[in-house]
């Protein structure tokens, strides 16, 4: 669905896929942030289809981690042209699963080396649209969060570290801690940081859950911290 003139909701929980994914388009293309669970690919090239999007036309995918729900066809996407970005969760993305140390087996995705590691917080070019990085550890090692204006918008993708539900918007969840390297003392580190940027979004688009467009979109990171620090320690 089109969230905004130029930023599409392409698969996750509305769709029926595990794993929000969405795309801003660009001058001569699109980037893509997350990209579903490897099954959602049929759900994704259909919206692809349906808004006319050539899949060629997608330059970069950006994961927000490395986990299956949102790294699943970030393989297909590279063989189709785009360049894949991640975090310090490049070693999962190119195993496509856990790994032996992890319990869960059922977490599988085509395995996909990344073509652009992000280790540090820093602003992407990419076909002249200017993205921001935040490196937020917690729910993965590398779990990025990516903010830009789309417009006269001011978008804010929070991937798993948390994202929002409910009736009207204002329950706010953080992600799954199964991971080995999930760290509650670094998710602390990351929703302190996050809410010392001040950073003020008008649109919260979450790894899960619903889009949230709201002039007060903001207080979603004071109602997240709030849910973390209750909740989470
Ligand atoms: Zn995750």
Known sequence: MKIRDKLYLISGGSYGELGNAYLIKTKNGYIMIDSSKPDALTTIRNNLAYWKIKEKEISAVLLTHGHDDHAGCAAYF???????????????????????????????????????????DQILTIDSFQITVYCMPGHTDGTLLYYAKVDDDRVLFTGDMFFIEGETGTDVKTGWKGDLSYS?????????????????????????????????????????Y????????
């Not at 699963?97 to 590691?117: L, R």
């Open 184 to 224: 509650v003392e670094k998710s602390g580190m990351s929703f302190q940081k996050l809410w010392n940027l001040g950073i003020e979004p008008n649109i919260v688009l979450g790894g899960h859950g619903i889009p949230f467009i709201n002039k007060n979109a903001k207080e979603a990171i004071r109602s997240a």
């Open 78 to 120: 590279q063989n189709q042209g785009a360049k894949i970005y991640v975090g310090a969760d490049n070693e999962t993305l190119q195993k496509g699963n856990f790994g032996p140390n992890s319990p869960f087996t059922n977490h599988m995705a085509p395995p996909c080396v990344a073509d652009v590691i992000l280790k540090e």
């Open 226 to 233: 709030k849910y973390f620090l209750l909740n989470n320690r």
